[in-house]
């Protein structure tokens, strides 16, 4: 069974058609990336696949289970980090790890703080108040929050955003170094080279629809910007209230 399967998603805020008959298969082991314009439904699915949001109708398998009758399942067996998301300012590092750790029900936590503060590089700042750190840094202990538990999916929204150079470098080894050992990346991201280093496939989203899917190492140099540009540059504007 693949890792991730919607089949028909759809999703309606209101008027606003947010995603329309939405078909993806992401199997397992893929480090696969969701591109779109702005506004073209890219959290709603990622919402959806975590068990935060029910479709308007469709179905979706995660991991062989339903978010929408079992969100709590999926939850516990995925990592997820939202896009702007931090650790909570009046805990540190360490602190909000250790909550992880309870919730995620992981009896190690300590030696597993150790190890993904060492590999994120943010053990000289895991006693200070979050208030206190840098957007970087913030994004590095996020990042060790979504791996702690060794999910075997994970979904990450701008995964290098805030991070200097080498911290890029060293998260990109991370996530290729986690898809090899078999688990599975779902990444939505609007940087094209983030996409084209990283992913095995990426889909193309627009307007709430999968438009066209493709291998990023296979494409010419800008190769991906060229189909962002020729998929969804050419679309119709959409009008709200269409269903
Ligand atoms: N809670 C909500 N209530 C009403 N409309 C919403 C809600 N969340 C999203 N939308 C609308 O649904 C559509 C898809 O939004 P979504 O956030 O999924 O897009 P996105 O691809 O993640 O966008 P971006 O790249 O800007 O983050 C947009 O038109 C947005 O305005």
Redesign the pocket.
């Known amino acids: 069974m693949p890792a991730v399967e919607t089949k028909g998603l759809a999703k309606q805020?209101?008027n606003?058609c947010?995603l329309d008959s939405l078909d993806l298969v992401v199997d397992r082991g893929e480090l696969y990336g969701l591109l779109?314009?702005?506004?073209?439904?890219?959290?709603?699915?990622i919402e959806i696949l975590t068990g935060q949001r029910i479709p308007t109708s469709g179905s979706v398998s995660v991991l062989d289970t339903d978010p929408v009758e079992n969100p709590l399942d999926v939850r516990r067996s995925v990592g997820i980090l939202p896009?702007r998301e931090d650790p909570p300012s009046f805990l540190t590092p360490r602190e909000y790890l250790q909550f992880v750790g309870d919730v995620r029900d992981i009896s190690d936590i300590d030696a597993r703080i150790e190890e993904w503060s060492g590999k994120l590089e943010f053990r000289g700042i895991l006693d200070t108040l979050s208030t206190d750190l840098s957007e970087g840094e913030r994004q590095r202990v996020m990042l060790a929050q979504v791996f702690i538990h060794e999910p075997e999916l994970v979904f990450i929204d701008e995964p290098l955003v805030n991070l200097d150079p080498l911290m890029q470098a060293e998260v990109k080894d991370i996530l290729t170094s986690y898809c090899e050992a078999g688990n599975t990346l779902f990444l939505?991201t609007?940087f094209m080279e983030v996409a084209e280093d990283l992913c095995t496939r990426v889909g193309i989203i627009a307007d709430g629809e999968l438009v066209t899917e493709r291998d990023p190492q296979a494409l010419e140099e800008n190769g991906l910007l060229e189909t962002f540009a020729t998929e969804v540059g050419d679309r119709e504007p959409v009008e709200a209230g269409r269903s």
């Open positions: 805020y209101g606003i947010a779109g314009p702005n506004g073209s439904g890219k959290t709603t699915t896009e939505s609007h």
